[in-house]
């Protein structure tokens, strides 16, 4: 069970409040599996309507967060299959608003900006499987358990996506930075 108090006062959480409580990690979400402008929040909007759908989230091995992940991640692909020209855009604005705050100087915000795109460039590399239990298990703290319990996959796949993930992403900085070198 969850440490939320929205999740601990019910035995399911409505649409609304999970709303409330994770938009911002789906949106976030969607936009490290490659989503972009309008389509961040097209998908949030898709998540939270399959989650209405399915009668909100209920408590079990999955958390609210791998739950909604599993949407979300449904919902990429299923809009990528609907529109294959899918195009990947790569903005300065989007760059700083993924890494955040002010910075101090123009080439430490430059610097910042460099570094959040090769990481981003790096997640886009990784297979889509696996990136979405890289994304949960590294940048969200969340359990294997729950990720295999919200994907429906027994644990060990989890260790392997991620085990494979974590050598894709890794072997994508190494090139990134060669690449960087270079110029």
Not at 118 to 130: M, V
Not at 133 to 142: A, D, K, R, S
């Amino acid at each position: 069970m969850s440490s939320d108090p929205a999740i601990a006062a019910s035995d399911s959480i409505g649409t609304e409040a999970l709303f409330r409580a994770h938009a911002g990690f789906v949106a976030s979400f969607v936009f490290r599996l490659g989503a972009r402008g309008a389509q961040v929040d097209d998908l949030v909007q898709d998540v939270f309507l399959l989650a209405h759908g399915r009668g909100g989230y209920r408590p079990g091995a999955a958390s609210p967060t791998t739950f909604l992940a599993r949407l979300a991640y449904e919902a990429v692909h299923g809009m990528r299959r609907r529109d294959r020209r899918f195009a990947l855009a790569h903005t300065e604005p989007l760059a700083a608003t993924a890494i955040g705050s002010a910075h101090e100087s123009p080439s430490d915000a430059l610097m910042l900006q460099r570094a959040a795109r090769d990481l981003q460039t790096a997640l886009e590399a990784i297979e889509p499987e696996r990136r979405a239990v890289f994304i949960l298990f590294e940048l969200h703290g969340e359990s294997c358990d729950a990720i295999a319990s919200a994907f429906d996959v027994k644990v060990g796949t989890v260790y392997s996506r991620l085990h494979a993930a974590r050598g894709e992403f890794r072997s994508c900085l190494a090139r990134v930075a060669r690449a960087d070198e270079e110029r």
